[in-house]
């Protein structure tokens, strides 16, 4: 399909980039080890580009060149094979022809004709037409982009399934902070682990700092898993993150541990919902330590409202910007307390890490440097060269039961449409708090657990918004990244507050273009704060599914309902309002407030406790009915406290990876076998 010239607008060039950017980062993953998938990645990216180049403007074409050069050679962590570098090389500068129209179809690797030849970089990659209209106008969106080409089987699609013969000892659904820590023991301990994610890997470069480089608006947030959302007399459409390292990779890095009174009975909190955490503050503490170190954190105890630790800060925090200062003045002027926000940004340059350049592009943004300590960049890798196998581009769709375990999980190849079962010694459920109880009601679970009345109601996703002050001169004029200072003074009546970074990027790419340079510029002379407060665990808040319609990969479609309690917009207004006041006593000529919508916070749909009637899972979040099925993400937490909940899912996944890698029998060279298991596993198939 031929597009008319003049077509593409700089939208639809970032979008190209960005999702070839994710084939070179899915096909030839950060390691050393050496195999067919790694030595042929070229030929994926071969067909791809020169795809890509056919429907481009010829002007753009030297401009995609050079982005695939600069990508083939950007590893950070370990240097890919040679010899793959030099494919991408050579196949941009013999490549770059435009195919023949009857040529136009999409090629991937076909490893069945691999065969024998697997070490033969020469040889001619299988083809099969995926969808002759793969590049086509999306009319939703503001601009004429193209549908990213990992999302193009037809919906009416369905292979038979596809049964790996290899049992492995775990495996994890979703690569965020519940499945990549809860993954980090095992992997540890030698055994044989199958990471399952639905996205794929977030491209790194220049195009991240771009105007449609705000994760929001990029692939990764994608109607590709959306839902709809009912919201007081509201209803909205929502999208949902889907990538490597999952929402840590577009996370401010805010790595907080919950209060010791977060874990103790709250009955204002609670009400008639039964939540409880099935621990204390103690029993997680040695986790939170622990995970601050992997995350590397830097910060520094605060003079008041502190959790107590066993161990300092990995790292110290950088000095303060101006505009963060200014703030932190303001605060104390006004009696309160300012303090440091822990962040999982390094700060110094050491090992494969890259020192922070203090850019303003980082909360909602995929780090451009790698400086900011996503999973994706830091766990993960690591993981994988111990052992870890990863399938992104991969959704699971049901969990197979037999008697009292789960025997399987069938999967959706994302690029393929092509179904396969995977099997194991236990499950870890991380797909997030609204996609675990999503895939629970998929696979009619609910009904095998005592609580399963529970399983996807109490959602929490804290009551938040965002408070925005005008200054009549820029308070940040070098665009730093200002997300420093928090004011916890009113934490145990209402929550807290936090410094944030106006997304200049989000206002350039959702306002009409007559209208961004001037907010632009609004933008430029603001500064920002944060408000959490938490809300209520109730059980009409819940997410749901029907039957009456499926997605392309066969799910029921979801809907999330959810409204705050008349405390939880009492508790807001109280944080607002001190906001609104610190942000006058720092120069502001007047402030705007917004709630936030989002569900990044989301929380509580398939909950630990105590009591088996009211609690899907058990203190270890093994789940109630099926010996082998365990939850570790967000969807586990009880309460959501008033603070960012990243570390806290990062530290409760820990502890039940620890747990079940002590009690399990761990395979003697597993770690080996799980190195050689990567070539059992084809990344694209066309069969």
Known sequence: MQ????????????????TLASVIYEYAPHDVRRNSEELHAALVLRSVLSYQLQICLVQQRRRLQSMAGRFAAHDTLSNPSQL????????????????????????????????????????????????PDAHRVNANLKHSVTEPVLRIFPRAMRTPSRSCSMIWDAIVIGSGFGGALAALPLVQSGQRVLMIERGGWVGR???????????????????????????????YRASAWNCVGGQSVFYGGASYRFRESDFEHNADVVGDSGAEWPFRYDDLEPYYARAENLLGVAGSPGPRFEPARSTPFPQAPPPLTPSARRIAEAATRLKLTPSRIPLAISYAASGNRRACIMCGSCDGYACASESKNDLATGVIPNLLRQGLTLRANTVAVRLRVRSDRVTGVECVNRVTGEREL???????????????????????????????????????????????????????????????????????????????????????AYLPPGLRAPAVRLTSHALGLLVIAEDQPRADNSVTVTWKSTDRYGLPALRVNHTYSERDE?????????????????????????????????????????????????????????ENLFVVDGSALPRSAGLNPSLTIA??????????????????GGAHQARRSRHQLPTMSTR
């Not at 597009?3 to 960005?18: C, F, N």
């Not at 807001?572 to 402030?591: D, P």
């Not at 530290?651 to 003697?668: E, K, M, P, V």
Request: hydrophobic letters at 40%; proline letters at 5%.
């Open 84 to 131: 793959v570098v030099d494919h991408w090389k050579q196949f941009v500068s013999r490549r770059s022809v435009a195919m023949t129209p009857g040529d136009q179809q999409l090629r991937y690797i076909d490893r069945g004709r691999l065969g024998g030849r697997g070490d033969d970089p020469s040889m001619d990659a299988g083809q099969a037409t995926i969808r």
């Open 651 to 668: 530290a409760n996944a820990l502890r039940i990876g620890s747990h079940l890698a002590a009690i399990c029998d761990s395979h003697h």
């Open 570 to 626: 009492r508790l807001a207004k109280v944080l607002v309002g001190q906001a609104r006041a610190i942000l006058r006593e720092a120069g502001a000529v007047f402030t705007v407030a917004r709630p936030i919508q989002t569900f990044s916070h989301a929380l509580g749909t398939v909950r630990m406790g105590g009591d088996p009637e009211t609690a899907p899972l058990d203190a270890f979040g093994g789940y109630r009915g099926l």
């Open 205 to 235: 470069g220049p195009d991240n700092w771009g105007a449609y480089g705000a994760g929001l608006i990029t692939p990764h947030y994608t109607a590709d898993a959306a839902f709809r959302v009912s919201a007081g007399r509201g209803e």
């Open 3 to 18: 597009v008319p010239e003049g077509h593409l607008d700089g939208a639809a060039t970032s979008l190209i980039r960005q």
């Open 422 to 508: 995977f099997r194991a010694e236990r499950v870890l459920l991380a797909a997030g708090t609204l996609a675990t109880p999503h895939l629970l009601m998929a696979s009619d679970l609910a009904k095998v657990n005592r609580a399963g009345h529970a399983v996807g109601r109490y959602l929490t996703r804290h009551r938040n918004a965002v408070i925005l002050g005008a200054f009549t001169r820029p308070p940040n004029p070098t665009a730093e990244f200002d997300k420093q200072i928090a004011i916890l003074d009113l934490y145990e009546s209402a929550g807290s507050i936090q410094q944030l970074t106006p997304p200049a990027g989000l206002v350039k």
